[in-house]
């Protein structure tokens, strides 16, 4: 199945790496018939078809709403929806180029009438040519008619390129318009949303979607052709005598019922491939980007890895090879049909020619518009089914744009201030799909001047807590008061102006250092500022061995770009945190990557900072948390111990439980090196 909506699609763009390996952005997954793209290796053998376990590694549903959709392309839902298509991509059209749109509907305009009026030149040259009478008057009676036929031909054919210059220029920019308000839409969902195994497709659904919103226009224009000329070809021949049209539109129905249905075979059978598809992108982006390349190379990963990708495409083929038998099978009845329906329209011509019903002049007219409303019944069927199944696809976009896949962040419009104090209180959260909660009935009060730290085993809601502090999350239930305003009342982006924040999976950028720093979001001290930062986090040491300084592209694989080690790039997210003028200060295990030195520093500063912002420090360094004023020790989604850390370590409990593994394993090291240093 190879056709314009499962050709691969634009994307590559690396993305911001951060920790985790990301999946490929914005990449809607090319299907197996894009040839070059699969390794040849991974083409799939008799042998991965049968071995494939079904089960593993597929998240497809097809039972959803859009396979509905994909059911209903039928005659009667295409007539309906036509249109709207038609509206909707001028709509786009005119949002982007509004001169290039009003160009193309003239152009078309005029093609149809210039369709109609060659029509009635053949009709005038038959007529003429057909009369008895002398060659040279019979010839003198056509040429007024051949003159203008040839007028009319040669500009149908100046409009024609017209037409496919402006459609070349108008779809493009209307992909990357579709795709631009899809980026805004999915920049203004909750955070919670890409938790959501729905959202996260319908977001690749809406993807698609926007990447053939430019083919709309291409078949809207050829849907507005080919009525143009149904148009014309239509009036002509009922001219010559009205029982011929509606024959000829009958006769035309078989092929264009099978094309319909062979357009929603093809649209169904790729949404059931859709989940697979997706698959292949992800597995490909692991495969061949460098972000896991040496884990392939040294976990022996490779056989592996394709043979997962050659069972993924092994299914997709079944899907693939279904669907074009199925459409095969439904052109082959439709031509049949077709083909008789044809004779009959024939053969009503001779009889009506026979019974003198009509002259041999209107005779050879009726030829000519046969074949012109023939092609464009046709045409409007085939763009129509094929626009329609476009239209599909737009409607995944559309409708994810309208209702940001359900999760558009609708807060309130207070705009906080830097907070004196945030209370988290009776805070329980629970992830999308989880039987368990991350966090169960925690309160704690954070307050300007002190640093608190969250300490606990790996899993016990650390992050999580540090999230629905900075308002990231909403908790599912209990508050979290920002100077007692609940977090879900304020203005998002006005919240985020405060919250200064070091993940624990930061993005590596791929932009220059300043730019790593500042976000884009400069600060009127220009540079000073952020060098200031670059200090406190120990990156001026990085900038200072870059060729280019604050200008040095972070990018390896860019031209002239640098790469830095895991450290050096730890160094540059804490600056990110420090530059930034906020209220609170949100550390995820700012130091997990910096040599003691480094973390030292790090811990040393942590006290001037905190004297005017509110600042949360989650990390696993139990003997650098002294700095702390107060210790909250979580286990398993709840408070077990809170206090300073003199109290904390005399206490029998959990803290002093990571404290003393933490002394064992460094005592163990340190004797290591000792004994190490001795032989
Ligand atoms: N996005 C998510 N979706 C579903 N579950 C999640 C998500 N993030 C975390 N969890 C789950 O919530 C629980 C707490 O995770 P959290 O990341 O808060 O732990 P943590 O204390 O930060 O652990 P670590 O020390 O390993 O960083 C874990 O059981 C985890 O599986
Ligand atoms: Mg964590």
Same mark, same amino acid.
């Given at each position: 199945m190879t056709d314009r909506h499962d050709a691969p699609l634009p994307g590559g763009v690396p993305a911001p790496r951060s920790a985790p390996l990301p999946p490929p952005p914005g990449t809607t997954p090319a299907g197996p018939q894009d040839g070059p793209s699969v390794p040849p290796e991974a083409q799939p053998t008799a042998a991965a078809e049968t071995d494939a376990p079904e089960s593993q590694m597929r998240y497809v549903d097809v039972t959803g709403s859009r396979e509905a959709a994909g059911r209903s392309i039928r005659m009667s839902d295409m007539a309906r929806r036509l249109p709207q298509l038609v509206r909707r991509s001028l709509a786009l059209a005119w949002r982007v180029d509004r001169a290039a749109t009003v160009g193309l509907l003239l152009c078309q305009a005029v093609t149809g009438v210039m369709q109609a009026l060659g029509l009635v030149a053949i009709s005038g040259t038959l007529t003429a040519l057909l009369a008895s009478g002398n060659?040279?008057?019979?010839?003198?009676?056509? =040429?007024?008619?051949?003159? &203008? +036929?040839?007028? /009319? @031909?040669?500009?149908? #054919? !100046?409009?024609?390129?017209?037409?496919?210059?402006?459609?070349?220029?108008?779809?493009?920019?209307?992909?990357?318009?579709?795709?631009?308000?899809?980026?805004?839409?999915?920049?203004?969902?909750?955070?919670?949303?890409?938790?959501?195994?729905?959202?996260?497709?319908?977001?690749?659904?809406?993807?698609?979607?926007?990447?053939?919103?430019?083919?709309?226009?291409?078949?809207?224009?050829?849907?507005?052709?080919?009525?143009?000329?149904?148009?014309?070809?239509?009036?002509?021949?009922?001219?010559?005598? =009205?029982?011929?049209?509606? &024959? +000829?539109?009958? /006769? @035309?129905?078989?092929? #264009? !019922?099978?094309?319909?249905?062979?357009?929603?075979?093809?649209?169904?059978?790729?949404?059931?491939?859709?989940?697979?598809?997706?698959?292949?992108?992800?597995?490909?982006?692991?495969?061949?980007?460098?972000?896991?390349?040496?884990?392939?190379?040294?976990?022996?990963?490779?056989?592996?890895?394709?043979?997962?990708?050659?069972?993924?495409?092994?299914?997709?083929?079944?899907?693939?090879?279904?669907?074009?038998?199925?459409?095969?099978?439904?052109?082959?009845?439709?031509?049949?049909?077709?083909?008789?329906?044809?004779?009959?329209?024939?053969?009503?011509?001779?009889?009506?020619?026979?019974?003198?019903?009509?002259?041999?002049?209107?005779?050879?007219?009726?030829?000519?518009?046969?074949?012109t409303v023939g092609q464009s019944v046709r045409g409007l069927v085939g763009v129509g089914a094929r626009a329609v199944r476009t239209g599909l696809y737009m409607d995944d976009w559309s409708g994810f744009l309208d209702k940001a896949g359900g999760f558009r962040m609708r807060r309130g419009t207070h705009r906080p201030k830097p907070p004196q104090k945030i209370e988290i209180k009776a805070v329980s959260h629970r992830y999308a799909g989880k039987n368990q909660d991350a966090l169960s009935d925690v309160s704690l009060t954070l307050r300007r001047g002190e640093v608190t730290a969250l300490v606990g085993f790996n899993g016990s809601g650390k992050s999580t807590l540090s999230k629905l502090v900075s308002g990231l999350y909403l908790p599912t239930d209990g508050q979290v008061l920002w100077d007692g305003t609940p977090a879900g009342d304020a203005d998002p982006q006005a919240l985020w102006q405060q919250v200064a924040l070091v993940p624990q999976d930061y993005a590596h950028w791929p932009l220059t250092v300043r730019e790593n720093v500042t976000l884009g979001q400069p600060s009127p001290r220009g540079d000073a500022a952020v060098r200031e930062a670059c200090e406190a986090a120990g990156a001026d040491e990085v900038v200072d061995k870059l060729g280019a300084g604050l200008d040095t592209l972070l990018a390896r694989e860019w031209l002239n770009g640098e790469e830095l080690s895991g450290g050096q790039w730890q160094r540059v997210a804490l600056a990110r945190a420090f530059f930034k003028e906020a209220g609170l200060l949100v550390l995820d295990e700012p130091t997990a990557n910096l040599d003691p030195r480094a973390e030292y520093r790090i811990f040393q500063r942590l006290r001037d900072l905190a004297r005017d912002r509110v600042v949360l420090l989650v990390t696993h360094r139990i003997t650098n948390v002294a700095v702390a004023d107060r210790i909250v020790v979580l286990d398993e989604g709840r408070i077990v111990q809170e206090g300073p850390y003199h109290q904390l370590s005399q206490q029998p409990g959990l803290f002093?439980?990571?404290?003393?593994?933490?002394?064992?394993?460094?005592?163990?090291?340190?004797d290591g090196e000792h004994r190490g240093a001795r032989t």
């Amino acid at each position: 199945m190879t056709d314009r909506h499962d050709a691969p699609l634009p994307g590559g763009v690396p993305a911001p790496r951060s920790a985790p390996l990301p999946p490929p952005p914005g990449t809607t997954p090319a299907g197996p018939q894009d040839g070059p793209s699969v390794p040849p290796e991974a083409q799939p053998t008799a042998a991965a078809e049968t071995d494939a376990p079904e089960s593993q590694m597929r998240y497809v549903d097809v039972t959803g709403s859009r396979e509905a959709a994909g059911r209903s392309i039928r005659m009667s839902d295409m007539a309906r929806r036509l249109p709207q298509l038609v509206r909707r991509s001028l709509a786009l059209a005119w949002r982007v180029d509004r001169a290039a749109t009003v160009g193309l509907l003239l152009c078309q305009a005029v093609t149809g009438v210039m369709q109609a009026l060659g029509l009635v030149a053949i009709s005038g040259t038959l007529t003429a040519l057909l009369a008895s009478g002398n060659v040279y008057h019979r010839l003198l009676e056509a =040429w007024p008619s051949v003159a &203008l +036929l040839a007028g /009319a @031909s040669g500009v149908r #054919a !100046l409009l024609g390129i017209t037409v496919g210059w402006l459609s070349s220029r108008l779809g493009p920019l209307m992909s990357r318009e579709a795709e631009q308000m899809l980026l805004t839409a999915c920049a203004e969902v909750e955070l919670c949303a890409y938790d959501e195994p729905d959202f996260n497709r319908d977001r690749e659904a809406a993807d698609r979607g926007a990447q053939v919103t430019g083919d709309l226009i291409n078949e809207g224009q050829d849907l507005i052709a080919s009525a143009a000329s149904f148009l014309a070809g239509a009036v002509v021949l009922t001219g010559v005598n =009205w029982v011929l049209l509606p &024959l +000829l539109v009958a /006769a @035309s129905l078989p092929q #264009a !019922l099978a094309q319909v249905s062979s357009a929603r075979v093809r649209y169904l059978a790729n949404l059931r491939s859709n989940g697979d598809l997706r698959m292949l992108s992800v597995l490909r982006w692991h495969i061949y980007t460098k972000d896991a390349a040496d884990q392939i190379r040294a976990g022996t990963m490779a056989p592996f890895l394709s043979g997962r990708y050659r069972q993924t495409v092994a299914r997709i083929n079944r899907e693939d090879r279904a669907a074009a038998d199925k459409g095969a099978r439904m052109s082959l009845v439709g031509a049949v049909c077709g083909g008789v329906g044809s004779a009959i329209v024939w053969g009503a011509v001779v009889w009506l020619l026979a019974t003198s019903r009509i002259s041999v002049g209107h005779a050879g007219t009726a030829i000519f518009a046969l074949q012109t409303v023939g092609q464009s019944v046709r045409g409007l069927v085939g763009v129509g089914a094929r626009a329609v199944r476009t239209g599909l696809y737009m409607d995944d976009w559309s409708g994810f744009l309208d209702k940001a896949g359900g999760f558009r962040m609708r807060r309130g419009t207070h705009r906080p201030k830097p907070p004196q104090k945030i209370e988290i209180k009776a805070v329980s959260h629970r992830y999308a799909g989880k039987n368990q909660d991350a966090l169960s009935d925690v309160s704690l009060t954070l307050r300007r001047g002190e640093v608190t730290a969250l300490v606990g085993f790996n899993g016990s809601g650390k992050s999580t807590l540090s999230k629905l502090v900075s308002g990231l999350y909403l908790p599912t239930d209990g508050q979290v008061l920002w100077d007692g305003t609940p977090a879900g009342d304020a203005d998002p982006q006005a919240l985020w102006q405060q919250v200064a924040l070091v993940p624990q999976d930061y993005a590596h950028w791929p932009l220059t250092v300043r730019e790593n720093v500042t976000l884009g979001q400069p600060s009127p001290r220009g540079d000073a500022a952020v060098r200031e930062a670059c200090e406190a986090a120990g990156a001026d040491e990085v900038v200072d061995k870059l060729g280019a300084g604050l200008d040095t592209l972070l990018a390896r694989e860019w031209l002239n770009g640098e790469e830095l080690s895991g450290g050096q790039w730890q160094r540059v997210a804490l600056a990110r945190a420090f530059f930034k003028e906020a209220g609170l200060l949100v550390l995820d295990e700012p130091t997990a990557n910096l040599d003691p030195r480094a973390e030292y520093r790090i811990f040393q500063r942590l006290r001037d900072l905190a004297r005017d912002r509110v600042v949360l420090l989650v990390t696993h360094r139990i003997t650098n948390v002294a700095v702390a004023d107060r210790i909250v020790v979580l286990d398993e989604g709840r408070i077990v111990q809170e206090g300073p850390y003199h109290q904390l370590s005399q206490q029998p409990g959990l803290f002093q439980q990571l404290l003393s593994y933490q002394v064992t394993s460094e005592e163990s090291q340190c004797d290591g090196e000792h004994r190490g240093a001795r032989t």
